[in-house]
């Protein structure tokens, strides 16, 4: 019985990598698919796809995340004086 | 012999004993709607109810005829799941204590599923707006200020899309002739302008940007079982109504797939579950909306097979985070740690919902999804690349929404301690064990769903290139985000969105009507007093009126250029107007002797000559 630790668990999933990308490959080489696009003839189109797209998403969402991200009392804050003596009394 | 029992009224009609009930009888008696609204849906035939004359659902209104019963593929479809899901909703808030949040609840679904079988604009905008109050209620019941706002929020949008849709229905009414809710003609220019504000009125209801921010807004600000039914009915409800009226209408493919990638971004931004999850919806929604605008038969079989699994699985999504709110009293990301190893179950079902979301093959996402994805390949090329990474982007989201959540992928209890939570109560279990059934189900075998679906299904899901792509992308996904790790860092914020524009817009309104408007009127009022004050004094002491207006106007010019040469003139005025002021004004301050007034006479006489001459001469 193998151990479950994050070492055996990353190389479980690095196994994993490795067996889609032979797999894709596979696929392409031997099964010749229909496709769609010429970007799918790619040798590794999805795995390379799944790549970018994570690291775009990544990306963006951290950038945007500069000017978008506020404190979380960032609406209250803007509330004026008489409203804050409404909150209070209400909480 | 009654030909037809609306399903909806089942709901709403069975709401109303809830409150005589208590304990286990309430329990019991919750479950039967559901129940008998699904033998309901097995025994009804097809066709449109209410139009023929003296049966029991013949409603004449105005000149025209209600038709609360159309049912066809298209309806029975979300009537199927709209039932099916209430069923799992209600089993998972058993608990709740709340009679009034229950009634809300049958409500809500009652109308949601009138909606779907409305056959005419009158019965759709009637169930339309009891859907928006009965789902404004479910955020209410949540108590506390920040709801109370949301749901004031909330509310006032969705009054506003449904006077928008009630404006379109009149228009359309008054140009057609006919209240049959059927396709609308779409095309550009102003005639098409009926057309135009009902796609309104039902894309804001499928929460498409910029007209979405209501939903992340308002959704997390439920009560924790009214985010579980908020997060099915009403955006299917309006994924429902586009495709009925506005399947094949192109600009929807590109709404959708703006929604798609909108919903992924900010969901990996959020802090809080909840509110993370309702991005979730506002991107799976527009995978559907993309379907609805491509209206090929595959992708409207796509929508709304999405749409039935997407009601399964993003309610078993909102359950277990409702849970883990449940237990712990916590939602936000920063806040929880440590509770997966407590709360095992919980986390399982969190984990079907996340692989069916994110479509692993095996899981009910893979089998309905591609079907959008299939029917985008034929036509649009960089659409498709854009849906692609939108629908990878999912499983970002999960894995870092499990990464937020602390899930043991790689830590262990002992490293992180133990903290003495258990599962929630077995109904929410229950409730959630019963929808993860059914996502696996119809992942594993779609035969039931794809026949259910309103046009034939000539699709197969499982095929090797299908599912070695999708794995592909999803592992690799995986491990770029694995790299991306250090730059995840969730942190205690909140994202701004488009609900920016009005909640500061309404502030500075506010602070507009209290500030500069009031001090701009009083400044009106006063210059007006003044006037008035002026010419009373005239009217009554010409003499006095003219020394104090010249005084002040004096005054008030040579102010800028007071030095020691203008000096004695504006001591002058000052000294005139203290002493004009000083006497009542009755009182005239001289008299001009008789010589001053004839030569005042000459004077005019003099002018008078001199014009008529000048008038003269020029003609």
């Known amino acids: 019985m193998v151990k479950i630790t994050k070492k055996n668990l990353f190389l479980a999933f690095y196994i994993c990598l490795l067996a889609c990308a032979l797999a894709e490959l596979f696929v392409l080489l031997i099964l010749h698919p229909q496709t ?17 797209s994570c690291a775009i998403l ?22 004026g004086a008489e409203e804050r003596g409404v909150r209070e009394r209400d909480d | 012999m009654i030909e037809w029992v609306h399903p909806g009224l089942i709901f709403i009609l069975g709401a109303l004993p809830i409150p005589l009930l208590k304990g286990r009888w309430r329990q019991a008696y919750l479950l039967l709607p559901p129940i008998v609204a699904f033998i309901d849906l097995l025994a009804i035939s097809k066709g449109a109810f209410g139009t023929q004359p003296y049966s029991a659902w013949h409603f004449p209104f105005l000149d025209y005829e209600l038709v609360l019963g159309r049912v066809d593929m298209l309806s029975m479809v979300f009537g199927y799941i709209f039932v099916i899901a209430a069923f799992c909703m209600i089993l998972y808030a058993l608990h709740v204590e709340s009679g009034g ?25 009637i169930f339309w707006e009891i859907m928006s109050i009965a789902s404004m209620l ?10 109370r706002e949301a749901g004031f929020r909330y509310i006032m949008w969705h009054l506003f899309g449904g006077i928008v849709l009630l404006a379109g229905i009149i228009m359309y009414i008054g140009s057609t002739g006919s209240i049959a809710f059927n396709a609308f003609s779409w095309g550009s220019g102003i005639e098409y302008l009926p057309s135009y504000l009902i796609f309104i009125g039902f894309i804001l209801n499928a929460a498409v940007p910029p007209l979405h921010a209501w939903l992340p807004d308002a959704y997390p600000e439920a009560t924790m079982v009214g985010g579980v039914f908020l997060s099915a009915y009403t ?57 609805v605008g491509l209206g090929t038969f595959l992708a409207l079989n796509g929508a709304i097979a999405h749409a039935f699994v997407h009601i399964l699985y993003k309610g078993l999504l909102w359950m277990a985070a409702g849970s883990i709110l449940f237990v712990t009293g916590r939602s936000k990301c920063t806040e929880l740690d440590r509770y997966h190893k407590a709360m095992p179950w919980t986390f399982i079902f969190f984990t079907v919902g996340a692989c069916s979301i994110s479509g692993f093959p095996l899981f009910s996402g893979f089998t309905t999804k591609s079907m959008t994805f299939a029917a985008a390949a034929e036509y649009y090329d960089i659409i498709w690349l854009l849906l692609t ?90 491990f770029a985000f694995l790299l991306c790790l250090p730059l995840l860092k969730r942190t205690d914020t909140i994202s701004l969105d488009t609900d920016w524009i009005y909640r500061m817009g309404g502030k500075k309104f506010i602070w507009f009507c209290k500030e500069p408007l009031p001090n701009f009127a009083r400044s009106v009022d006063n210059g007006l007093k003044r006037l008035i004050a002026f010419f009373t004094v005239f009217g009554i002491n010409p003499v006095t009126g003219t020394r104090i207006g010249v005084a002040k106007v004096g005054l008030t010019l040579l102010k800028p250029f007071v030095s020691d040469y203008w000096w004695r003139l504006y001591r002058h005025f000052e000294r005139d107007l203290e002493e004009v002021s000083r006497r009542p004004i009755e009182a005239p301050i001289e008299r001009v002797p008789l010589a001053t007034a004839v030569l005042i006479i000459l004077i005019f006489f003099v002018l008078y000559l001199i014009v008529y001459l000048i008038l003269g001469l020029i003609r």
């Open chain 2, 235 to 291: 955006t299917k409800s309006a994924v429902y109504t586009l495709v009925r009226g506005f399947s094949g209408c192109e600009i929807l493919v590109y709404l959708g797939t703006v929604m798609a990638i909108y919903g992924i971004v900010f969901g990996i931004l959020e802090n809080d579950i909840r509110r993370s999850l309702a991005y979730s919806i506002i991107n799976q929604v527009g995978f559907m909306v993309t379907g």
């Open chain 2, 389 to 478: 990474l939108a629908s990878v982007g999912i499983f970002l989201h999960y894995l870092d929404l499990f990464e937020g959540i602390k899930f043991p992928y790689y830590t262990s209890a002992s490293e992180r301690g133990h903290i003495k939570v258990g599962d929630p109560p077995i109904n929410q279990l229950l409730g959630m064990g019963l929808t993860a059934f059914l996502c696996i189900l119809f992942g594993v075998y779609p035969a039931p769903l794809y026949n259910l679906l309103p046009y034939p299904v000539d699709f197969v899901p499982y095929t090797i290139p299908h599912v070695v792509s999708t794995l592909s992308q999803l592992s690799f996904c995986g």
């Open chain 2, 138 to 147: 479910l955020i209410w019941f949540h108590s506390g200020r920040g709801s």
């Open chain 1, 36 to 52: 769609a696009f010429w970007w799918e003839e790619i040798p590794e189109f999805n795995a390379i796809y799944g790549f970018l």
């Open chain 2, 101 to 125: 949040e229950h009634m809300s609840q049958f409500i809500y679904v009652g109308s949601a599923i009138g909606v779907v079988f409305a056959g005419d604009l009158f019965t759709l905008y």
């Open chain 1, 58 to 79: 990544v990306i963006v969402a951290k950038a945007l995340g500069y000017w978008l991200k506020k404190d979380e009392d960032y609406y209250k804050k803007i509330c």
